[in-house]
Each structure stands twice: as C-alpha cells, then as structure tokens.
C-alpha cells in the first residue's frame, strides 16, 4: 500500500486520478479495489491493459483470503483498521489500441472513519482523499439494502454521508460524484421488488441533488465477488472503472491581480509587457 508521502512521490512524478471510495465499514470498498486487481490477472479488462503497479503487495496482501490458497470455506477480505489511517492502492493501466497509460490512486480508508464524518459533518474538511479527489464514489452495501430490516438505515447513512462532505465543501466542484452499490449479487432474493424500488428511488435524488454542483453525478451497480458462483466475478466493474479513466482533475488557478502601479517604476512593467 502507498503511504500519503509515497502517494505525494507518486504525484510528482507523472500525473495520476485520485478515486476516494467512501463508505460504512463492510460495504465492500477493498473488495471493489482488489477484484479490478483480480481482473487484470485474467487479462485485459473494461478495453484496458495492466500497466504498472507499486502497491503490488499491497493488492496480493488483501485478494490473498479470496484464493483457494488461503484454504478459507469462501472467499473473504480483511478488514481496514482505523490504525492504518489513510492509504492508497496504485493501479496503472493502458488503452488497448493507442497503449496511452493512466494512473490511478484508490483510496483505503476505515469505514468507521467516514461514519464519524456523518455524525460529525465537522470533519469532512480533515480527510484530504476527499478534497484531492477527481471522483468520489460513495458505497452503499447491497446486503443491508437487501434486508428489510436494515435498509432505511443503509440509505439514511450513505444519503447523509454525501451531504456530510458535499455540504462542508469537502469535494471539489470540478470532481465527479457517484453512488455505488455494491454486493448486488444478493438484491434478486426475499423482498427484492421493494429494495430494487428503493434503491431506483435514491438513485434518481442522488442524481437530482448533485448534478448541477459538480461536474458529474453518476450510479452503479456493482457485484465484485459472488461467493456463490451464480454470476460472472467483477460484475459492472467494467463501466466503473472506465469512469475513472479521465484525465486527473486540475484545478481551477485564477490569473494574478497586479497591485496599483503608483510610480514611474511601476508603470515602466506595464511599458515592458506593451
């Protein structure tokens, strides 16, 4: 995994997108990363190949309890430590047919760390992957959604998340906001006609609230791991990533403001530049 500092190295050395993935604990924000680390494995993915990577270890380090090597009953992901703070995947990847490289950073972050910004909107300011980001993408976790019990409390956290950092001005108008669903794997089962209809329903205010306040708002639906085999690994990851394969975000610089030219050398500058 990159450090803040290996991150910053990174950026000084050639240009890069940063993906700030935001999110409960267990919504499935590593697994989102590491299964488009498991696609490039098989090959080139979403009309990309694998490039380059320095988080290497990091990536083999969290896809490791999805293999039949680790010997676990299913495949599984460990959990992020709020004491890891603030890391990044790096993932490069290059067009198929002109070979053109993109970098991307991913954040990885605790899950609890961005629960504590919903009930504290406060904070949004202090997580820099938000302010840095050329997109955010909020995760909403399809296996709540998919439980009666639970979902008005996944939808209230992940609406009000969103407006935690958006409110604060936490995300840059320039970046673009998403809402991502994950696990969708598990929506098709018990009461699945009234969670699809809440989920369509969020879907459209998201879409709705923040079109007009950054440059694009977007949804998903993902299914990165299917333990049970009933659907293809890295289900919707493809138009996701794609998504993120824009040209880092820049920010907008005005041009200087001259102070008064109040004497003979003073207007001499402006002499110069005619």
């Given at each position: 995994m990159?450090s803040i500092a290996?991150?910053?190295?990174?950026?000084?050395?050639r240009?890069?997108?940063?993906v700030?993935?935001?999110?409960e604990?267990?919504?499935?924000?590593?697994?989102?990363a590491?299964?488009?680390?498991e696609?490039?494995?098989r090959?080139p993915?979403?009309?990309?190949?694998f490039?380059?990577s320095l988080?290497?270890?990091?990536?083999?380090?969290?896809?490791f309890?999805?293999?039949?090597e680790?010997?676990?009953?299913?495949?599984d992901?460990?959990?992020?430590?709020?004491?890891?703070?603030?890391?990044f995947?790096?993932?490069a990847?290059?067009?198929?047919?002109?070979?053109?490289?993109?970098?991307?950073?991913?954040?990885?972050?605790a899950?609890?760390?961005?629960?504590?910004?919903?009930?504290?909107?406060a904070?949004?300011?202090?997580?820099v992957?938000i302010?840095?980001?050329?997109?955010?993408t909020?995760?909403?976790?399809?296996?709540r959604?998919?439980?009666g019990?639970?979902?008005?409390?996944?939808?209230a956290?992940?609406?009000?998340?969103?407006?935690?950092?958006?409110?604060?001005?936490?995300?840059?108008?320039?970046a673009?906001?998403q809402?991502?669903?994950?696990?969708?794997?598990?929506?098709?089962?018990?009461?699945a006609?009234?969670?699809?209809?809440a989920?369509?329903?969020?879907e459209?205010?998201f879409?709705?609230s923040?079109s007009?306040?950054?440059?694009?708002a977007?949804?998903?639906r993902?299914?990165?791991?299917?333990?049970?085999?009933k659907?293809?690994?890295?289900?919707?990851?493809?138009p996701?990533?794609?998504?993120w394969?824009k040209p880092?975000m820049?920010?907008?610089?005005?041009?200087?403001?001259?102070?008064?030219?109040?004497?003979?050398?003073?207007r001499?500058l402006?002499?110069?530049?005619?």
């Amino acid at each position: 995994m990159l450090s803040i500092a290996d991150a910053d190295s990174l950026l000084r050395w050639r240009e890069a997108s940063l993906v700030a993935i935001v999110g409960e604990r267990n919504g499935g924000k590593t697994t989102l990363a590491t299964e488009l680390y498991e696609r490039f494995l098989r090959g080139p993915f979403a009309e990309v190949v694998f490039s380059h990577s320095l988080s290497l270890l990091g990536f083999e380090q969290k896809s490791f309890q999805s293999r039949a090597e680790s010997r676990g009953t299913k495949p599984d992901t460990p959990r992020t430590s709020t004491q890891d703070g603030l890391n990044f995947f790096h993932l490069a990847v290059s067009d198929q047919d002109d070979l053109q490289r993109t970098d991307l950073l991913i954040s990885e972050r605790a899950g609890e760390a961005y629960r504590e910004v919903r009930d504290r909107p406060a904070m949004a300011m202090e997580l820099v992957e938000i302010r840095k980001a050329s997109t955010v993408t909020f995760i909403l976790d399809g296996e709540r959604l998919a439980d009666g019990r639970r979902r008005a409390e996944a939808i209230a956290s992940v609406r009000n998340i969103a407006r935690a950092f958006t409110d604060a001005g936490a995300v840059a108008p320039e970046a673009e906001v998403q809402l991502v669903t994950t696990k969708c794997d598990l929506l098709p089962t018990g009461s699945a006609a009234a969670a699809l209809d809440a989920l369509a329903a969020l879907e459209q205010r998201f879409v709705a609230s923040y079109s007009g306040r950054f440059a694009a708002a977007t949804t998903f639906r993902i299914a990165a791991r299917d333990p049970e085999g009933k659907i293809e690994p890295g289900e919707g990851l493809a138009p996701l990533l794609r998504s993120w394969l824009k040209p880092p975000m820049r920010p907008h610089l005005e041009p200087p403001r001259l102070p008064p030219l109040i004497d003979e050398f003073d207007r001499l500058l402006l002499r110069r530049r005619n």
